[in-house]
């Protein structure tokens, strides 16, 4: 079984220097970072980042939500409960646009907030991660990146030069990842 | 990239350990001082005050108020549009500075999005207070009921409970999400078995993951590209519901527009006051500093004269369109019984500001101070006179009457205002105040170790 190595980093640009590196130089699967703030072109630098469907969420959330408010408003208004006021149309629908509006927006969001959940596996609220004693700074003031060393027999002993790699690299400390 | 810290957003040598603390500890290592005990306990006893006129009108019914039978709509109607309209320009602000890569936005957003879930959901309050039998207000709920019946689409007043619900569970959701990594901070740091539990359940496990922060850009920025015209159509709508309605200075085309303005000035002007409290409060005066309170000033100067802009379009066009009834609503504003609430409305919102042409009053945080504060009581009154001077002035002479809001009136504003000030004093020693993790980004590299 291969290893998962997590190495500290002081800042962002060290970090993406790091990452690229690995990625250009070392046959490392750079598997994952973790950051205090959102680092540009990080998600980049990611091995098989799981698509990111997002977006697609809330346009589809947004299309079901008008979709279902201007559907209630013309069964409530044509069909369940037909009163004409004001010699208006039945289906007078640009008075049913406000509702349709927000209702799309609202669709958009929730779907979208759940998508982010799900596209982020949360809640989990415990995590291996959370084991490493210096992991806490990873929401305060130090950037980690996370490597897989090694073939099928690899270990703490033999990582394949791993370890040396991150060290050259800047890494602050070097920490593998409890399973 | 420009050093950030060269435009002083970020004091000279911040890192990423001193943003953290000086957002962190005074709520997670420090008792809160004196001061905000003494916000606190007031807000306390107004929200005392509030919650028993609330029973007392529930129980004697909305003729405690200064209503009468021509100015139907008096001070409910009044807080409703003053509150939603601070409530909408936290979103507002917080979505067009993001949208527009204003990097000073992060130290203010998360609590003018804070000011907008609380001044909102205070908003949602007095139209159901307003109402004669508030146990009925359900039925602007569209559901397959006994009676048979659904809303009314084709009015404003439904139109306005639809706005009003979808924005304060966008708010929620767009202010939750963006703190979710401060509350990951907050757990990581809490000493305690119950902060760490607490701000560890809130936080939903986020690890700052690549994965995670791919998917937290997408949807930030996606939901800041929908709340503008959300807030638009959310304050639009709250102009419509006077727009719609046939009478001498509401039904004007220019209601949306103006009333969106107007949020953001009067919502913009709130900001400043909180900014003003957060930052003494918190110590961070270090992250909301004067080129913060700089930036805002210019902006309330630019809103007061599209507000000036606003008035004397309303006025000119009442004035040119000729009809009696405007003419003598016109004249009763200029020259009637509550001209001078006018007069003060319109030095309040268009000439005091005037004052931010001076820079050394746009970096002077009490100047700023004293003029935000005059600039929401100008537009409560803006929200008042609405109401008052219109329905004061009808179509029909034989129905002019004039109002005068009674102590329960006034007990309900104040109570409000004190409820406001209690939920902020909670947010300020619960919640990260400013958004970390935003603000780190601004740090400049050199200076990061």
Same mark, same amino acid.
């Given at each position: 079984?291969?290893?998962?190595?997590?190495a #500290?980093f002081?800042?962002?640009?060290?970090?993406? %220097?790091a990452?690229r590196?690995?990625r #250009?130089?070392?046959s490392?699967?750079?598997?994952?970072?973790f950051?205090?703030?959102?680092v540009e072109?990080m998600g %980049?630098?990611?091995?098989?980042?799981p698509p990111?469907h997002?977006?697609?969420?809330?346009?589809?959330?947004?299309?079901?939500g008008?979709?279902?408010?201007l559907?209630?408003q013309?069964y409530?208004?044509v069909?369940?409960l037909?009163?004409?006021?004001?010699?208006?149309?039945l289906?007078?629908?640009?008075?049913?646009?406000?509702?349709?509006? #927000?209702?799309?927006?609202l669709?958009a969001a929730?779907c979208?907030?759940?998508a982010?959940?799900?596209?982020?596996?949360?809640p989990r609220?415990?995590h291996?991660l959370?084991?490493?004693?210096q992991?806490?700074r990873?929401?305060q003031?130090?950037?980690?990146?996370?490597?897989e060393?090694?073939g099928a027999d690899?270990d703490?002993?033999d990582d394949?030069?791993?370890r040396?790699?991150?060290a050259?690299?800047? %890494?602050l400390?070097?920490?593998?990842?409890p399973? | 990239?420009t050093a950030?810290?060269?435009?002083?957003?970020?004091?000279?040598?911040?890192?990423y350990a001193s943003?953290?603390a000086?957002?962190?500890?005074?709520?997670?290592?420090?008792?809160?001082g004196r001061?905000?005990?003494l916000v606190?306990?007031?807000g306390l006893?107004?929200?005392?005050?509030?919650?028993g006129?609330?029973?007392?009108?529930f129980y004697e019914g909305?003729?405690?108020f200064?209503?009468?039978?021509s100015?139907? $709509?008096?001070?409910? @109607?009044?807080n409703y549009?003053?509150w939603?309209?601070?409530?909408? &320009?936290g979103t507002?602000?917080?979505c067009?500075l993001?949208?527009?890569?204003?990097?000073w936005?992060? =130290?203010?957003?998360r609590?003018?999005?804070?000011m907008?879930?609380?001044?909102a959901? @205070?908003?949602?309050?007095?139209?159901?207070l307003?109402?004669?039998?508030?146990?009925?207000?359900?039925w602007l709920?569209p559901?397959?009921?006994?009676?048979g019946t659904?809303?009314q689409?084709?009015?404003?007043?439904?139109?306005?409970f639809?706005?009003?619900?979808?924005?304060?569970?966008?708010s929620?959701?767009?202010?939750y999400?963006?703190?979710i990594?401060?509350?990951?901070?907050?757990?990581?740091?809490?000493k305690?078995r119950?902060?760490?539990?607490i701000? *560890?359940a809130?936080a939903l496990?986020?690890r700052?993951? &690549?994965?995670? $922060?791919?998917?937290?850009?997408a949807f930030?920025h996606t939901? &800041?590209a929908l709340?503008?015209p959300l807030?638009?159509?959310?304050? =639009?709508?709250v102009?419509?519901d006077f727009?719609a309605?046939?009478m001498?200075? $509401?039904?004007?085309t220019?209601?949306?527009?103006?009333f969106?303005v107007?949020?953001?000035?009067s919502?913009?002007a709130?900001v400043?006051v909180l900014?003003?409290v957060t930052?003494?409060?918190l110590?961070?005066e270090?992250?909301?500093?004067l080129?913060?309170f700089?930036?805002?000033?210019?902006?309330?100067?630019?809103g007061s @004269?599209v507000m000036g802009l606003?008035y004397?379009t309303e006025a000119y066009?009442g004035?040119?369109?000729g009809?009696?009834?405007?003419?003598?609503f016109?004249?009763?504003?200029?020259h009637?019984a509550?001209a001078?609430l006018?007069?003060?409305q319109?030095?309040?919102n268009v000439f005091?500001?005037q004052?931010f042409?001076a820079p050394a009053i746009?970096r002077?945080?009490p100047?700023?101070?004293?003029?935000a504060?005059?600039?929401?009581?100008?537009?409560?009154?803006?929200r008042i006179?609405l109401? @008052?001077n219109?329905l004061s002035r009808g179509h029909?002479p034989?129905?002019w009457s004039?109002?005068a809001?009674?102590?329960?009136?006034?007990?309900l504003? *104040?109570?409000?205002?004190?409820?406001f000030?209690?939920?902020f004093?909670?947010?300020l020693r619960l919640v990260?105040?400013v958004s970390?993790?935003e603000?780190?980004?601004?740090?400049?590299a050199?200076a990061?170790?």
């Amino acid at each position: 079984m291969s290893i998962l190595l997590l190495a #500290e980093f002081r800042d962002p640009q060290t970090l993406l %220097a790091a990452a690229r590196q690995t990625r #250009e130089a070392t046959s490392f699967r750079v598997v994952d970072a973790f950051t205090p703030f959102s680092v540009e072109g990080m998600g %980049a630098l990611i091995d098989e980042l799981p698509p990111n469907h997002v977006r697609l969420a809330i346009l589809l959330g947004g299309i079901g939500g008008a979709l279902s408010g201007l559907g209630l408003q013309l069964y409530s208004a044509v069909w369940a409960l037909p009163i004409v006021t004001g010699g208006r149309p039945l289906a007078s629908w640009p008075d049913f646009f406000f509702a349709t509006f #927000e209702m799309g927006i609202l669709g958009a969001a929730l779907c979208g907030f759940v998508a982010l959940l799900w596209g982020c596996g949360l809640p989990r609220l415990h995590h291996p991660l959370f084991d490493l004693p210096q992991f806490e700074r990873a929401t305060q003031d130090r950037f980690f990146l996370a490597i897989e060393a090694g073939g099928a027999d690899a270990d703490d002993a033999d990582d394949g030069g791993a370890r040396l790699h991150l060290a050259g690299l800047g %890494a602050l400390s070097v920490a593998r990842v409890p399973a | 990239m420009t050093a950030p810290s060269a435009l002083g957003l970020l004091p000279p040598g911040a890192t990423y350990a001193s943003v953290t603390a000086s957002v962190a500890d005074p709520v997670l290592r420090e008792q809160a001082g004196r001061r905000w005990w003494l916000v606190f306990v007031v807000g306390l006893v107004l929200t005392v005050v509030m919650l028993g006129s609330m029973f007392w009108l529930f129980y004697e019914g909305i003729g405690i108020f200064g209503n009468n039978t021509s100015v139907v $709509w008096g001070y409910p @109607i009044a807080n409703y549009v003053w509150w939603i309209g601070i409530g909408n &320009a936290g979103t507002l602000i917080s979505c067009m500075l993001l949208l527009t890569r204003q990097k000073w936005r992060s =130290s203010i957003n998360r609590f003018a999005e804070a000011m907008t879930l609380f001044a909102a959901a @205070i908003a949602g309050l007095f139209p159901i207070l307003h109402l004669g039998r508030p146990m009925y207000f359900y039925w602007l709920v569209p559901y397959p009921n006994t009676m048979g019946t659904w809303p009314q689409w084709r009015s404003p007043l439904v139109w306005d409970f639809f706005a009003i619900a979808s924005y304060i569970i966008f708010s929620i959701v767009f202010w939750y999400v963006g703190a979710i990594p401060d509350f990951a901070t907050f757990r990581d740091r809490a000493k305690s078995r119950a902060g760490q539990l607490i701000y *560890g359940a809130l936080a939903l496990g986020w690890r700052g993951s &690549a994965r995670h $922060w791919v998917r937290y850009e997408a949807f930030y920025h996606t939901m &800041a590209a929908l709340g503008v015209p959300l807030v638009v159509s959310v304050h =639009s709508v709250v102009g419509l519901d006077f727009a719609a309605g046939n009478m001498p200075g $509401w039904q004007e085309t220019i209601f949306p527009p103006y009333f969106v303005v107007g949020a953001m000035f009067s919502g913009f002007a709130m900001v400043v006051v909180l900014a003003a409290v957060t930052r003494s409060f918190l110590k961070v005066e270090a992250l909301v500093s004067l080129h913060h309170f700089e930036a805002m000033a210019k902006i309330l100067l630019a809103g007061s @004269i599209v507000m000036g802009l606003s008035y004397a379009t309303e006025a000119y066009q009442g004035w040119y369109a000729g009809d009696d009834v405007d003419r003598t609503f016109l004249a009763f504003q200029f020259h009637g019984a509550y001209a001078w609430l006018y007069w003060c409305q319109i030095a309040f919102n268009v000439f005091v500001p005037q004052l931010f042409w001076a820079p050394a009053i746009r970096r002077s945080i009490p100047a700023l101070l004293v003029i935000a504060v005059l600039i929401n009581v100008g537009m409560y009154l803006e929200r008042i006179l609405l109401i @008052i001077n219109t329905l004061s002035r009808g179509h029909l002479p034989a129905e002019w009457s004039l109002f005068a809001p009674t102590l329960w009136d006034w007990l309900l504003l *104040g109570g409000s205002l004190g409820f406001f000030m209690l939920l902020f004093a909670c947010f300020l020693r619960l919640v990260p105040a400013v958004s970390m993790h935003e603000v780190k980004q601004l740090v400049p590299a050199e200076a990061a170790a």
